[in-house]
């Protein structure tokens, strides 16, 4: 069974900071995303890394995956407030169209 | 356009109702989801459906039942749901290309409440 784990759970953070969300999975895959998901909203879609090695910039996001060390990282530099939300890594089946998802890194950015 | 609506946006049910949630995309995908997410919970996978035909239930009780009447639209019907039901409900789309699969493209979501 695919196991996702996701590290901090909780991260609070001052704005101009960088920090890093780290995903942790358990099984070989190399289709590995990331959504942010604001309160009461939907899932939107930030970056799909498909390879290993992939990094994927947008922004003050940079996502990277190393599918030998199953671990994908999230990098936020110079954080602002509008990056608060919840991030979810989802990682997929070597064929298939199953996801299973982190637990979600909730990220507050404070001035 | 990657854009998936679903309607509606709120439910307020008894637990003797019967509803409908509804989900319609058209970007040419041809797999649906459904997913159940509880607050501060990540999604959890409920259905799939890949070219109109049902290739994934996750073990979902009987009182929630798909349907995908074309390749742009997806129901749930739900029937003597229960106050633990009450979730946020969320669809997504993507394509199926023969040996994997793409992005998921989320919906907005009905937020449902089971009194």
């Known amino acids: 069974e695919l196991k996702v784990e996701q590290n901090p759970l909780f991260l609070s953070m001052q704005e101009g900071k960088n920090y890093t969300i780290y995903c942790n999975y358990s099984?070989?895959?190399?289709?590995l995303y990331w959504y942010r998901q604001d309160p009461g909203k939907s899932l939107e879609s930030l970056f799909v890394l498909l390879s290993n090695g992939a990094v994927k910039q947008e922004g003050r996001l940079m996502a990277s995956l190393d599918t030998k060390a199953r671990l994908s990282t999230l990098h936020i530099t110079a954080a602002v407030h509008d990056l608060s939300a919840t991030y979810f890594c989802?990682?997929?089946?070597?064929?298939?169209?199953?996801?299973?998802f982190g637990e979600g890194t909730q990220l507050t950015v404070n001035p | 356009d990657t854009e998936v609506t679903q309607t509606p946006k709120h439910l307020v049910m008894g637990m003797t109702n019967k509803k409908s949630l509804k989900c319609e995309q058209h970007m040419g995908h041809r797999a649906m989801y459904w997913y159940k997410q509880k607050a501060k919970k990540p999604p959890e996978l409920m259905f799939v459906y890949s070219y109109e035909k049902l290739s994934i239930n996750e073990s979902v009780p009987s009182r929630f039942s798909p349907e995908c009447p074309n390749s742009s639209l997806l129901n749930l019907h739900l029937h003597a749901l229960q106050p633990e039901d009450s979730a946020l409900y969320l669809c997504?789309?993507?394509?199926?290309?023969?040996?994997?699969?793409?992005?998921?493209?989320f919906g907005p979501g009905t937020r449902l409440l089971v009194l």
């Open positions: 997504a789309s993507s394509q199926d290309r023969t040996g994997g699969w793409e992005t998921q493209y």
């Open positions: 099984t070989t895959s190399d289709r």
């Open positions: 989802a990682v997929g089946e070597t064929s298939g169209s199953r996801l299973t």
